[in-house]
């Protein structure tokens, strides 16, 4: 699916997706609450869409963008960048949602996945 969808479209809808749903679930989080199954849902539908876009593509495209002779250690930088991103968030995740509340958190989710999105569009070539 992905060389007719194309990398850069998959992971940019995956991170409109993504923050949209984080909008909804954090602007609607007291409504959304009552409604468990429909909570549920929607949470469930971010993991689906960061794992269809850009989880996906960050093993994609690095693997195709760097040139052979230093693909293997570009590859590890970039994906020694994203450790490090996911254990700054990892330990900063709960001190955020005790200082914002957890609304706000899921509404600063969905800002960083538009930041995605925006990112995405101006600095990811396109390979389909």
């Known amino acids: ?11 940019f809808v995956g991170f409109g997706c993504i923050s949209i749903l984080y909008f909804i679930l954090g602007g609607l989080f007291t409504h959304l609450t009552k409604l468990k199954a429909l909570f549920l849902i929607l949470y469930g539908l971010t993991f689906l869409f ?15 963008f ?15 960048s994203g450790k490090i991103g996911a254990a700054l968030t990892a330990n900063t995740f709960l001190h955020i949602k005790a200082a914002i509340g957890l609304p706000h958190l899921l509404m600063l989710c969905g800002g960083i996945g538009a930041f995605g999105m925006i990112w995405t569009w101006f600095f990811i070539p396109d390979y389909s």
């Open 50 to 64: 960061s794992n269809f876009g850009p989880n996906a593509t960050t093993y994609i495209i690095p693997g195709e």
């Open 1 to 11: 699916y992905i060389d007719r969808i194309g990398r850069k479209r998959l992971q």
């Open 66 to 80: 760097y040139p052979a002779e230093v693909r293997a250690t570009c590859h590890g930088i970039s994906a020694a």
